[in-house]
């Protein structure tokens, strides 16, 4: 055997490259496959609120081509309790543009927050249903006709809180939703005040704003959808049952008890003083 060096013929394996890559860069290279980015669309059907829209465009048709007699026959009167579709169809009149504008624009606004989460049918059910407790409300307070949608607009706008507490993981910018909640409730009570205290005309059916706004709260602990529904979560789940039955003995006693009202103020108060003072006992 010769001292001489043997040099093997065995060249090492040559590894795959990619051109303008070093061979450290190869090591991470891996295989996947390129997708075309596709552009989100910030304006999808889904996120429209139809059903308030449409609620909308009914009551500003309505203001339009209404006429005195026609409003005379919708609008709710103390006098006509009994005639049971004042309850609602009082949220069709308006007294004027501003007041129609201010109601349609905020149920608007906050029902985009909504209908995407919880869907049109039960935004539009909370929406009604807070327009009708409002209006028993301010009912049995106050002798005075009632007209306009604000009752169902506090229920939209506090039903908001609703949906946060219940999708509490799964809804963006709550502070900003919760501040600008008590925003327009604080416009709203300086408002009520200075104008209740200037005596000024119409007179603000405060009573239909509180009852209204407690409704859709409690409506909304009721029938909103919560993000436990789709997580494994029983302590959150024994939380929101607890909040679900509790709501729902709220509401029915507060219901109940504005019917019982409504049925004392009818019978003991004269025809004579029904628009002027109520009378609850005899």
């Known amino acids: 055997m010769s001292g001489e060096n043997v040099v093997s013929s065995e060249e090492p394996a040559s590894t795959p490259s990619t051109p303008g890559s070093s061979v450290d860069e190869e090591k991470y290279l891996v295989p996947y496959r390129i997708r075309p980015r596709v552009k989100k669309k910030w304006l999808r059907i889904e996120n429209v609120p139809i059903a308030t829209i449409a609620v909308t465009i009914i009551q500003i048709a309505f203001h339009i081509f209404s006429t005195p007699s026609v409003e005379k026959h919708l609008r709710f009167e103390p006098s006509k309790r009994t005639q049971i579709w004042r309850f609602l169809t009082y949220m069709l009149v308006h007294d004027d543009?501003?007041?129609?504008?201010?109601?349609v624009v905020i149920q608007c606004i906050f029902a985009i927050l909504l209908e995407k989460r919880q869907g049109r049918f039960r935004v539009l059910v909370l929406y009604f249903l807070g327009g009708v407790t409002g209006v028993m409300g301010?009912?049995?307070?106050?002798?005075?006709?009632?007209?306009?949608a604000s009752a169902g607009v506090y229920a939209l706008l506090i039903s908001n809180i609703a949906d946060i507490v219940l999708n509490s993981t799964a809804v963006r910018f709550k502070i900003y939703r919760v501040c600008s909640i008590g925003v327009l409730v604080l416009f709203d009570v300086i408002y009520n005040i200075v104008h209740i205290?200037?005596?000024k005309e119409p007179v603000i059916s405060w009573e239909a704003h509180v009852v209204g706004g407690i409704s859709g709260l409690l409506i909304g602990f009721l029938i909103f959808k919560s993000d436990c529904q789709t997580e494994k979560l029983s302590e959150r789940k024994t939380?929101?049952?607890?909040?679900?039955?509790?709501?729902?003995?709220l509401y029915c006693t507060m219901l109940i008890g504005l019917v019982?009202?409504?049925?004392?103020?009818?019978?003991?108060?004269?025809?004579?003083?029904?628009?002027v003072k109520y009378v609850y006992f005899c």
């Open 97 to 103: 543009w501003y007041h129609l504008l201010l109601n």
């Open 138 to 148: 301010a009912s049995c307070v106050h002798p005075n006709m009632v007209i306009g």
């Open 197 to 199: 205290y200037a005596r």
């Open 239 to 249: 939380i929101f049952n607890a909040i679900f039955w509790t709501s729902l003995v």
């Open 260 to 275: 019982l009202v409504s049925v004392q103020i009818k019978k003991c108060t004269p025809a004579s003083d029904i628009y």
